[in-house]
């Protein structure tokens, strides 16, 4: 059974910085795509950025320019790299990662923009 597991959530003050990383069971490269969403309180979960297996990049417009996503494939490890954090940027965030036949989810950890 394929495992994600999300950390680097935490509070942060508007204009500061957060990494957060998703450590997978198996292989990123293995994964068809590996993805981070959000989800804000009383909205719908979206996607933020995403990153698949030739390392092509996907960026939501709201973060574009401030999020960076990578991967170490040797440590199994989604990272998601977040700059000039904004009060509207605070949600759960949810590692997420697929292949053909199905999709992944980790826990999500809470990150926290303060104006």
């Known amino acids: 059974q394929v495992r994600l597991m999300e950390s680097g959530g935490g509070l942060v003050q508007a204009g500061g910085s957060l990494s957060l990383s998703c450590a997978a069971s198996r292989p990123i490269f293995s994964f068809s795509a590996a993805s981070w969403y959000r989800q804000a309180p009383g909205k719908q979960r979206e996607l933020v950025a995403s990153?698949?297996?030739?390392?092509?990049?996907t960026y939501s417009d709201a973060v574009k320019g401030r999020f960076t996503i990578s991967r170490d494939n040797d440590r199994y490890l989604v990272f998601l790299q977040m700059n000039s954090l904004r009060p509207e940027d605070t949600a759960v965030y949810y590692c997420?990662?697929?292949?053909?036949?199905?999709?992944?989810w980790g826990q999500g950890t809470q990150v926290t923009v303060s104006s």
């Open positions: 990153l698949d297996s030739d390392g092509r990049v």
């Open positions: 997420n990662a697929g292949t053909d036949i199905r999709e992944y």
